[in-house]
């Protein structure tokens, strides 16, 4: 069991995307045979959650929403999001994380993190300049040479991510992201390699990181973390990390909800509708493209387990759970376990009728008190570059990855092989 529900993320790549993994996984559908085998689970012995060993360690798989809620609602203690697994495997690249920190540190940490980055807020007050910087770039893919593949999407991404986060100086240092990908290519390691082995590479990428954070560049996120005030303990510039390493899964969410459009001819109309409007350049909130990109995360998940570690004994049903307990909240299990009828389809009109909020069984952002602090700045960033690309073109999917409108989708996607064209409308 800890095989089938465990090797697709594994496999996958849990801190950096292996390409070969993630082709494996895809063509297996391994995620859904995982969901199939708890479903299987939950018939046989019912919602209480699997308590297993591994290895030596306590782990507890939650079977029912009930559970999942009350360990993403009951962090950071008793269930720490800082858990030794997350510890090892961010250490390489965040060490001041605060999803690796705890504490009075973590409070002070999350704090800064949501000043920063205007937790609840879906209009960031730099999103102007976010706005142009992310048309800028889509206009520049979309006429530029190379094809609409994942490797020239994901270039365009992190274009719009470095001058996003650390200004339009920093637009064309692929040296520092591509340092920052070798330090959490060790993270997939981390019970192998301890982050005291990638000291000296991470000192020299956090050299260089600080060096674009310094010069706080107006209209990005570094003059915003420049401008709130920190106490001692918080390390802005160590929060930093995260940031890039969250806009990377955002990219993968972004080209697999273009792809989903591209082959759903009613919903992309829907998103055309919406962007007939005035001045589509001025930054707003787009309800129904927002909506889309939240409905590829709850189809494909791009963070599949929540981690979360007790902090000491915990009381569970009838018993008791020894401290250091790991709880793996299995998020394609609870998105996708056959109870609702939308579940394998691609519906974004159930992140707007209410129906996806009626419940916490849905966490594309996680839930609780350690919900993603840059929720609504990823969405900004998603929702209005897939708005660019489809408002002068029609965007249509090529290649291996098959999707269907009306039909269920699959349980994993490669967006390694995704592969567009885009034809300039009329």
Not at 113 to 127: I, Y
Not at 147 to 165: E, S
Not at 298 to 313: D, G, I
């Amino acid at each position: 069991m800890a095989v089938r529900v465990g090797l697709p993320p594994l496999a996958g790549g849990v801190v950096v995307r292996r390409r070969r993994g993630v082709a494996l996984t895809a063509r297996l559908d391994a995620d859904r045979h995982a969901v199939r085998l708890l479903n299987e689970l939950h018939r046989r012995y019912g919602p209480g959650p699997l308590h297993l060993r591994l290895a030596g360690r306590d782990l507890v798989l939650p079977l029912s929403v009930e559970d999942a809620q009350r360990v993403l609602d009951e962090t950071p203690e008793p269930f720490t999001p800082a858990g030794r697994l997350k510890r090892g495997a961010l250490g390489h690249f965040q060490p001041h994380g605060v999803l690796v920190s705890a504490g009075q540190e973590r409070e002070e940490r999350r704090a800064f993190n949501e000043d920063v980055l205007e937790t609840g807020r879906h209009l960031h007050h730099l999103a102007p300049q976010f706005v142009r910087t992310v048309r800028e770039e889509a206009g520049r893919l979309l006429t530029g040479p190379a094809p609409l593949d994942w490797d020239a999407f994901a270039a365009t991404w992190w274009r719009i991510v470095r001058r996003v986060v650390l200004g339009d100086s920093a637009r064309d240092d692929t040296a520092l992201t591509d340092r920052l990908a070798r330090l959490r290519g060790f993270g997939n390691w981390a019970s192998l390699v301890p982050p005291r082995a990638t000291a000296r590479p991470r000192a020299r990428f956090e050299r260089e990181l600080r060096a674009h954070l310094d010069r706080a560049e107006p209209g990005s996120l570094a003059e915003a973390l420049d401008r709130t005030p920190a106490k001692p303990g918080v390390d802005p510039a160590g929060q930093v990390p995260h940031w890039l390493f969250a806009f990377d899964a955002a990219g993968v969410a972004a080209a697999r909800t273009l792809a989903l459009l591209a082959t759903h001819p009613a919903q992309e109309q829907q998103v055309r509708n919406e962007l007939a409007v005035p001045d589509l350049a001025r930054p707003q909130v787009l309800p129904y493209t927002r909506a889309c990109v939240m409905e590829s995360v709850r189809l494909w998940p791009t963070t599949p387990f929540l981690l979360r570690e007790s902090t000491r004994r915990t009381r569970w049903g009838e018993g008791t759970l020894p401290g250091g307990t790991t709880f793996l909240v299995y998020a394609p299990y609870f998105h996708r376990d056959g109870s609702a009828p939308y579940g394998d389809r691609f519906v974004p009109e159930i992140w707007l009728d209410g129906t996806a909020h009626t419940g916490p069984e849905f966490v594309p952002f996680s839930a609780g008190p350690g919900v993603c602090p840059g929720e609504d700045l990823v969405l900004l960033v998603t929702s209005t570059l897939v708005a660019a690309l489809l408002e002068g073109h029609d965007v249509r999917l090529h290649g291996p990855v098959r999707l269907r409108s009306g039909g269920p989708v699959p349980y994993t996607v490669n967006h390694f092989a995704l592969r567009f064209s885009a034809a300039a409308r009329p």
